[in-house]
């Protein structure tokens, strides 16, 4: 999965900027590529499924995403791993 840095908007307003975002494109649509991806973050921040955020890369490319999951890991507590969707295209 490619890594960018990227702005993390959240609709609760507490954005994140600086966040190391690997991100993953799948082609095989013919329509519009879906993609994803995952990235870390203190577990103090509070991400939550369903959860909508905005993403800015630092390649300039910005889109829509949904939390899918996170992933709480009781040997590292001070960090969790946000996954989400993207819900349109990556532009």
Known sequence: MPS??????????????QVDVF?????????????????????ADGFLPSERIELTLNNGQKGSASVSRTLFD??????????FTGSGPLA
Do not use: Q
């Open 4 to 17: 960018y840095v990227a702005r993390v908007e959240r609709t609760n307003g507490k954005s994140l900027n």
């Open 23 to 43: 991100i993953r494109v799948d082609e095989s649509s013919s329509r519009h590529p879906s993609w994803g991806g995952e990235f870390s973050s203190r577990s």
């Open 74 to 83: 009781s040997r590292s507590p001070e960090e969790t791993l946000v996954e």
